[in-house]
């Protein structure tokens, strides 16, 4: 099954395009009726791309066959389009994070399998992200063809929570059709359901005035179910809350526990003093619960503190022991070279 075109619409020439590699990363999920097609459909839209790139679809632990038809399809197209399947269903996060991991290109794309959005929108996104000097253009589906409950309720919801925590003035941070300098995706690792949140967790890495939003298409879903909820803004907040933290204290934790600690402690430590002064002025404190109340404040207060101590302890053991950097400069590695790119 084919996608739907556009008739008359025609698509905005692209502007040369920077020596570069690219690779396109979809992840699937009991996709089997659009398999094939999301395969035929990119080579399409890239077949006269003029650079080097590649497909990586991910089948992200399908029961409806839909890894054996990405196989079977991927040999007749090229060796240009890898298929890697996990061992079981991971969900959209991980499945992603691994084609990521599996990407060779210095300029890396991602997309969703469902054949909503539209590869054709992809060499103008990377001609402006290369011309442009940008680290991230991400897609705006400024004229989403979903339904309204389901899809369009929660995606506000989400993005209006997104926007008010990372600051980021994105429009549609749960489009899939991103476009990113892979030396600076590499930085970051995605986890539970922060394919949403990828603009915010790169700018631990790099800066919000490197990223940009550009209009693409969006096209009615032809075949299969689609996997998204309401039930999923239950989880993105959830992930919100990591996000936030991440953010703003993630290479200095200590000053959020003890912050937090000091405020718990300074208030049970109040409480006390204002029992000491009742005591001493000969009154019984003694059945109150304003006691009890300000003890155990103290004691969670010096638990925060402690464990603000013990996390900056962790932080400094991880970032000397090599694992990672608190910084991370604009020079990224070239990709290794490969024979088995589309050309």
């Excluded at 922060?194 to 009615?220: D, G, Q």
């Excluded at 302890?313 to 070279?337: C, F, K, S, V």
Aim: glycine share 10%; with cysteine; proline share 6%.
């Amino acid at each position: 099954m084919s996608p739907t075109p556009y008739g008359s619409h025609r698509q905005p020439s692209a502007p040369p395009l920077p020596s570069h590699r690219l690779s396109v990363v979809v992840p699937m999920y009991n996709e089997v009726d659009n398999a094939a097609a999301l395969i035929d459909d990119v080579q399409q839209a890239l077949t006269h791309y003029g650079q080097p790139w590649e497909l990586i679809v991910v089948d992200d632990g399908s029961i409806d066959g839909t890894g054996r038809r990405l196989r079977q399809h991927a040999r007749q197209v090229g060796p240009h389009v890898r298929v890697v399947e996990l061992a079981r269903n991971f969900r959209q996060t991980a499945a992603m994070q691994a084609g990521i991991d599996a990407a060779r290109g210095d300029v890396i794309v991602t997309m969703d399998g469902d054949l909503q959005n539209d590869p054709r929108d992809v060499p103008r996104m990377v001609a402006r992200l290369l011309n442009e000097d940008l680290d991230l253009v991400a897609g705006w589906r400024h004229e989403r063809q979903d339904g309204l409950i389901l899809r369009k309720l929660p995606s506000r919801i989400a993005n209006r929570l997104i926007r008010k925590v990372s600051g980021l003035d994105f429009q549609d941070l749960g489009c899939s059709l991103k476009v990113f300098r892979g030396p600076v995706l590499r930085r970051i690792r995605l986890y539970g359901e922060m394919h949403r949140f990828i603009p915010a967790w790169l700018a631990t890495v790099t800066s919000p005035s490197r990223m940009a939003e550009e209009k693409v298409h969006h096209r009615a879903r032809l075949a299969g179910t689609s996997k998204y909820g309401i039930g999923r803004s239950f989880r993105v907040i959830v992930d919100l809350l990591a996000v936030h933290f991440f953010l703003r204290f993630g290479t200095r934790p200590g000053h959020f526990f003890g912050g937090l600690g000091l405020g718990v402690l300074t208030i049970g430590s109040l409480m006390l003093a204002y029992l000491g002064v009742l005591k001493m002025l000969g009154q019984s404190v003694g059945g109150r619960p304003l006691l009890s109340l300000g003890f155990f404040l103290m004691m969670g207060g010096l638990q925060l503190i402690t464990t603000g101590v013990l996390a900056e302890l962790l932080m400094r053991i991880y970032y000397d022991g090599g694992h990672a950097r608190p910084y991370h400069t604009r020079q990224g590695d070239e990709p290794a070279a490969h024979e088995d790119w589309h050309a």
